[in-house]
């Protein structure tokens, strides 16, 4: 399994960016008002991922005290980390599609100014997801066999 590209996750915020901001201009007249804490979720999935990784990466470097990671669990949690990495990209770009619409008309839409609150908080919080997921997924790398004479450094 290859590790996650930033190219990848950029093309994924950019496209969805367009996307978000695009169904935005379309319909923000008929959408309701976005709450300030709508996207704070993931901001709490991003912090637990990365929790997770540092629990996880004192288990595969075989730490003192530490069990052994098993490796269908590192796999799965590898799975998780590559899902969110992409879907907190996604998600990003469609908050950042919001704020390019919102964030010119706050000062004189009322809406505008509330949603600008609530599209900046969406974005950091999937940030903090995307980099989260980045964590967990660089910690469950396997380390280098230092008893290997072949292996490239």
């Known amino acids: 399994m290859t590790t996650t590209r930033p190219r990848d996750l950029l093309l994924a915020f950019v496209v969805a960016g367009v996307v978000g901001n695009l169904l935005v201009l379309l319909t923000y007249g008929t959408l309701p008002s976005f709450p300030a804490p709508a996207g704070a979720t993931l901001g709490v999935?991003?912090?637990?991922?990365?929790?997770?990784?540092?629990?996880?990466?004192?288990?595969?470097?075989r730490r003192p005290g530490s069990k052994p990671v098993e490796p269908l669990v590192a796999a799965r949690a590898v799975l998780v980390a590559k899902a969110s990495a992409l879907g907190g990209a996604l998600v990003?770009?469609?908050?950042?599609?919001?704020?390019?619409?919102?964030?010119?008309?706050?000062?004189?839409?009322?809406?505008a100014a509330s949603d600008t609150v609530a599209a900046v908080v969406g974005l950091v919080c999937a940030l903090v997801l995307v980099a989260g997921a980045l964590w967990l997924e660089h910690c469950c790398r396997a380390p280098d066999d230092p008893e290997d004479p072949d292996a490239v450094r």
């Open 45 to 61: 999935l991003g912090l637990a991922e990365a929790a997770a990784g540092w629990v996880l990466k004192g288990r595969v470097d």
């Open 92 to 111: 990003a770009g469609l908050w950042a599609g919001l704020l390019l619409y919102v964030a010119p008309r706050a000062g004189s839409v009322t809406a």
